[in-house]
């Protein structure tokens, strides 16, 4: 059956939907759903999503979106589509950005505003694999002490793991609960369900709607789409051979290139994996390439 509407785990759609100045209801709404009462967001300003480090050496941090409410806190908000070496750490790393740019010249009490990171995930951490939290869909995370006391409130990282909701239409309860519901399934559904009826979310399907895209964007669309496409069944290829693969002594080949051993598909394969973030010597592991020939790409 046609999409009637955009995937919202593609660049495209996530920032159609949430990173749009005419989006900026939507997003406030969203944000509020995930904040406690006594941080809800009245409104918000779209930044500059580019953050230069110090020198024109220094690594870049690019948001998928970064805003700032009418207190002067700060709020990262990205999709994270599949698994990446050292997640967390870049995640950190890309808060220390919004933290920084508050230094003031000359005389500064070094009062910070709050900063925000929150991340949508379309993959589950493997820490909680073992751990009771396994299951839960939403994680917050603050600095504290070694008796578990909150050592710094003003920096606070949210991290949804999209996989694990898994509740029915029926089942949901909460604001938050309407929009995980919706981000998860909304490429899915072919007309608004009952449980949307107010005025965000019905914005929100007007936005999300194919046949609303101009000319331009649909085929922005279908670039990222493709993107996104490509790059699942790059890491459905990859999950495969960790899980069997490698156990086994032989590798299921992604594509007819893979299966043909043609230098091009291995090198192409190699290519995404490197492109997301998978360290050399499993590419090495999952695509015969010597670390030479990964290295070059």
């Not at 990173?19 to 809800?40: C, M, T, W, Y």
């Amino acid at each position: 059956m046609k999409a009637k509407y955009i995937n919202p785990f593609t660049d495209f759609g996530f920032k159609k939907i949430f990173g749009e100045e005419a989006s900026k209801p939507l997003l406030i709404d969203f944000l509020n759903a995930l904040l406690p009462h006594a941080d809800q967001i009245v409104d918000l300003n779209f930044k500059n999503n580019e953050h230069l480090g110090q020198t024109d050496l220094d690594r870049k941090a690019i948001y998928d979106i970064y805003c700032e409410n009418e207190k002067g806190e700060k709020f990262i908000v990205e999709l994270q589509k599949a698994k990446q070496n050292y997640f967390k750490e870049r995640t950190i790393y890309y808060s220390t950005f919004p933290i920084r740019e508050q230094a003031e010249k000359g005389e500064w009490n070094y009062n910070l505003k709050a900063v925000y990171c929150v991340g949508i995930l379309d993959f589950t951490f493997d820490d909680y694999e073992s751990e009771p939290e396994k299951s839960e869909v939403v994680h917050t995370i603050k600095l504290k002490n070694q008796n578990g006391k909150v050592f710094y409130d003003k920096l606070t990282f949210i991290y949804l793991e999209m996989p694990n909701f898994k509740l029915s239409e029926s089942e949901l309860k909460t604001r938050l609960d309407k929009w995980l519901y919706f981000i998860k399934h909304l490429e899915d559904f072919q007309t608004i369900p009952a449980i949307f009826s107010d005025e965000i979310f019905n914005q929100a399907f007007e936005k999300a709607e194919l046949a609303k895209l101009a000319p331009a964007d649909w085929d922005k669309y279908e670039y990222s789409l493709k993107i996104f496409r490509d790059n699942k069944a790059v890491f459905d290829y990859y999950d495969t051979a960790i899980d069997g693969a490698f156990v086994e002594g032989k590798l299921k080949g992604f594509n007819s290139g893979i299966l043909a051993g043609k230098l091009e598909g291995k090198l192409e394969i190699a290519r995404n994996l490197k492109t997301l973030g998978i360290d050399v010597e499993m590419i090495s592991k999952s695509t015969g390439l010597t670390k030479e020939q990964i290295e070059k790409l």
